[in-house]
């Protein structure tokens, strides 16, 4: 992606680039049982790192791109995403007492590593070329974006209650039947809706926080996907970043 955006770059007129890295805790909501309260929903588990480029238009010269068009509020920012380790956990009321699928669900853990080349849409509401000029008075410019991205990852699952690759009974009943645990390496295709802002620091460079909600048209991502009504549903990924961009050209 990054490679095509350059090469269409050379045969336009004046497009203008950025390049940034972006940091910040994720949190995927997955099937692993959680407590009821907000924070314990929404608990941080990982961290989310960001290498990304933009391409913006509001120095190319065409019909749709006017002195104020549509294209001085456009950006397209390529990514590629890496989310550290997830470890996941069974928490809350199916775990508690002494009951043979309670001690089950407690005794398992997984994790999750994942890797994202995305790209994504961004609107900005105040005029791109008025917010990058090196004398504009600007400093605030907040966005709304939409993206895909084609994820890797690799999960694991374990019980301290024994191998489950030998005796599946160490799992909860609903995990048993064949295809409800998926355990290994595989890709998965995701869309992500955003908001976020930047702030103009210099001439050469903005700071930027970024919010961005990812979800997968899987239910493999955390190893399981059994179809029982508290695990039927997809996982998705909450990103809460901070970056800082700079501006290749002008």
């Known amino acids: 992606m990054f490679l095509l955006l350059i090469v269409y770059s050379t045969k336009a007129q ?19 049982a959680k407590k009821e ?61 002494t009951s043979p699928e309670a001690q089950k669900l407690k005794a398992m853990t997984g994790t999750a590593t994942i ?21 504009s008075d600007i400093k605030w410019n907040p966005y709304v974006s939409v993206g895909f991205a084609f994820s890797f990852y690799t999960n694991t699952l374990n019980s301290t209650l024994g191998d489950w690759r030998s005796d599946m009974t ?3 009943e609903k995990y048993r039947a064949d295809g409800e645990v998926a ?8 869309f992500s809706l955003g908001a976020g802002t930047r702030y103009k620091l210099s001439e050469k460079y903005d700071v930027a926080v970024n919010f961005n909600s990812q979800f997968f048209f899987s239910d493999a ?19 809460l970043q901070v970056g ?5 050209n002008f």
């Open 183 to 190: 355990i290994g390496s595989d890709t998965a295709l995701s």
């Open 170 to 172: 160490v799992l909860p």
């Open 14 to 32: 004046h497009l203008t680039h950025d390049v940034g890295v972006f940091i910040g805790p994720s949190t995927i909501q997955n099937d692993y």
């Open 221 to 239: 991502i955390d190893g399981l996907q059994s179809q029982h009504s508290s695990n039927k549903y997809n996982e998705w990924i909450i990103h």
């Open 37 to 97: 309260g907000f924070f314990d929903l929404y608990a941080i588990n990982g961290l989310s790192i960001s290498l990304v480029h933009y391409l913006h238009f509001f120095n190319v010269n065409n019909r749709w791109n006017s002195k104020k068009g549509i294209a001085n509020h456009l950006m397209v920012k390529s990514e590629f995403n890496f989310l550290s380790k997830n470890t996941f956990e069974n928490l809350g009321k199916y775990t508690l007492g």
């Open 115 to 135: 890797s994202n080349i995305a790209v994504h849409g961004e609107y900005y509401f105040k005029d791109l070329k008025d917010f990058m000029f090196p004398y």
């Open 244 to 248: 800082i961009i700079y501006h290749l």
